[in-house]
């Protein structure tokens, strides 16, 4: 069982939590600095939901041109470094 919680979560509980709570305090200082509060967060967070439920397919043709705009970028450098890597390994 303790080789499948490792398995999970990438290495030991211990590191793994050592890892986020050094993450959150960074992240906690870089949100207080520029006056983001987790509240504001959850709000944008719950607006954005709300606002793809009430634009419905408008919402969904946006997510779409987002994805095929990215996936555009994304996948090209995806590909060149797995090719590099590849090349590296033989």
């Known amino acids: 069982m303790a080789g499948s919680v490792q398995?999970?979560?990438?290495?030991?509980?211990?590191?793994?939590?050592?890892?986020?709570?050094?993450?959150?305090?960074?992240v906690g200082?870089?949100?207080?600095?520029f006056g983001v509060t987790p509240l504001e967060v959850i709000d944008?967070?719950?607006?954005?939901?709300?606002?793809?439920?009430?634009?419905?397919?408008?919402?969904?043709?946006?997510f779409a041109s987002y994805f095929i705009i990215g996936a555009v970028v994304v996948?090209?450098?995806?590909?060149?470094?797995r090719l590099m890597s590849y090349r590296r390994g033989s």
């Open 7 to 26: 398995r999970f979560l990438g290495d030991s509980p211990l590191r793994v939590a050592l890892k986020l709570i050094i993450i959150s305090f960074i």
């Open 44 to 62: 944008r967070f719950v607006g954005m939901i709300e606002w793809a439920w009430q634009n419905g397919y408008e919402a969904l043709a946006s």
């Open 29 to 33: 200082v870089f949100m207080h600095y």
């Open 75 to 81: 996948v090209p450098i995806f590909l060149i470094v």
